[in-house]
């Protein structure tokens, strides 16, 4: 083994790039070690495989899986568990399932490693089953495995229940006073709409931390509590806790529903002061935050005065236009961006153009660039972008259009699709269409009262009492709310 300064080669070189370059830097100079016939050791492959995760490194990560095959450590427990975080953080979750196969004799961290990974990868119900298979062994979970297995639960079947269930074996395990799990925990309760039970378990955490409060005030933001959200913030720096870029991100965005201009601009003071304006997700949160506040103007100076300017601010100020109802300088900024090559569309940057044509009602424009994203970018549409291709039709009147539109997709379409529908069904006195699109609705929410009130006033203006009072005699036998039929009988 060569030597470098009394210290193995590979060591040294290791170590100088990984702390005065970058992830990156430690990677290439495992690759240079490889092509100089040095074998590196086992706790450098480890950190190597940690970082080709952090990286999404597909290349180097196979090579070392090769290497650790071919030196004999396919059976090192430790570099195993990095293996399997490796595959999984590389979105290749059947090759972590396969390596966690194959490890002989189980630990705290390959079980987290797979666990952790099907959870990042979308597969909750999974992740659940493989932390209850953990919990038939001798190697508890630690506070890691229950931030995981948590943040697993969201937009799974039974969700709360799941939820209670972990909060139960984390108290059992002691593990209630780590603020990371808190955090999970507040997250999984905010995302399943039980606020009442996150502000209950922030409420009872001793030692708060920037991790805890950046979990409380997202899930009042997610919730529409904003208010509570401010209020939260402005509480928080009473504590003397100081504000991360993702704090400014949530606070911004919770003015923004609000409408806030004043509270927004004093946020934006702090941004400055804390030198975030560099941020280019913070400078997005506050093109947001003064568009959706009317001051399109000093939305278009963050964006000026950010020097790196990205997808993301790109969209921002796209977006931002749209709601300010300047669909044209929408377009045009639109136009100018892809001419200069500055900006590679994605879908939500597609998004944002679709929302702008429809607010103007720039039909043939909505319709070319919903066309473009299939032809010039190799974009499927999703159902944000055929949901506003939709209702720009139907807006202008083009009913037929639209719903042929809503039955070609490859999507069901949703509420909001349906109800937007039906309020241009509404508009232009389409009885069918609108009896069609009220159906839809009152299956999916029998007790909304929305959809019935709509339909009767499309067959009010119409002169169909009969059918008024049939809405009437639904809307009593499902008892839907009594102001609702009260209105139906004053209209």
């Known amino acids: 083994m060569q030597n470098f300064c009394g210290k193995p080669f590979e060591i040294h070189f290791f170590r100088n790039h990984s702390k005065s370059a970058s992830t990156y830097g430690a990677l290439e100079s495992l690759s240079t070690m490889n092509g100089s016939m040095v074998k590196p050791r086992k706790h450098v492959l480890c950190t190597a495989l940690s970082s080709c995760a952090k990286t999404l ?144 378990l922030f409420v009872e955490t001793n030692e708060k931390d920037i991790v805890v409060y950046n979990s409380m005030i997202s899930g009042y933001s997610k919730n529409l509590y904003s208010e509570d959200a401010l209020k939260l913030f402005v509480e928080m720096t009473g504590e003397n806790v100081v504000p991360t870029n993702h704090t400014l991100c949530t606070i911004l965005n919770a003015c923004s529903s609000l409408a806030l201009l004043l509270q927004g601009r004093q946020v934006h003071c702090v941004v400055i002061k804390m030198g975030s304006e560099r941020s280019v997700f913070v400078a997005s949160a506050l093109i947001d935050m003064y568009s959706k506040g009317g001051d399109i103007d000093e939305a278009q100076c963050v964006l000026h005065q950010t020097s790196e300017k990205n997808n993301v601010l790109w969209t921002s100020m796209i977006m931002g236009y749209a709601q300010c ?105 389409d009885v069918e269409l609108g009896r069609e699109a009220a159906d839809q609705l009152i299956k999916m929410e029998p007790c909304n009262g929305a959809p019935y009130l709509t339909m009767a006033h499309v067959y009010a203006r119409k002169g169909l009492w009969n059918e008024v009072a049939e809405i009437r005699r639904l809307m009593q036998q499902r008892r839907v709310r009594k102001s609702a039929v009260s209105y139906i009988c004053s209209g």
Request: hydrophobic content about 40%; aromatic content about 12%; some cysteine.
């Open 57 to 200: 490194n597909w290349h180097l990560g196979i090579q070392i899986h090769a290497y650790m095959i071919r030196s004999g450590f396919e059976d090192n427990l430790f570099l195993c568990s990095a293996l399997v975080d490796f595959y999984a953080k590389c979105f290749a979750i059947v090759d972590a399932k396969k390596v966690f196969s194959g490890i002989k004799i189980h630990d705290q961290v390959s079980w987290t490693s797979l666990i952790t990974g099907f959870s990042i990868n979308g597969h909750g119900r999974e992740a659940f089953l493989l932390f209850k298979e953990m919990l038939c062994t001798q190697i508890k979970p630690n506070c890691n495995t229950f931030a995981s297995v948590i943040s697993a639960c969201v937009g799974q079947n039974g969700a709360h229940e799941h939820c209670l269930t972990l909060h139960t074996h984390i108290i059992k395990r002691g593990c209630d006073t780590n603020n990371f799990v808190v955090s999970s925990l507040i997250d999984c309760y905010a995302n399943l709409g039980q606020i009442d039970d996150a502000v209950l």
């Open 325 to 429: 109802g300047r669909g044209s300088e929408a377009l045009e900024l639109f136009d100018c961006l892809l001419t200069k090559q500055e900006l590679i569309p994605d879908h939500i940057c597609f998004t944002a153009i679709l929302t702008a044509c429809n607010h103007a009602g720039f039909l043939d424009k909505g319709v070319e660039y919903f066309n473009k994203m299939t032809t010039n970018y190799g974009l499927s549409p999703d159902m944000d972008q055929y949901a506003c291709l939709i209702d720009l039709y139907a807006r202008k009147g083009n009913l037929s259009k639209a719903r042929e539109l809503m039955q070609e997709m490859p999507y069901d379409p949703n509420y909001v699709i349906w109800s937007s529908f039906l309020s241009s069904c509404k508009i232009y006195g």
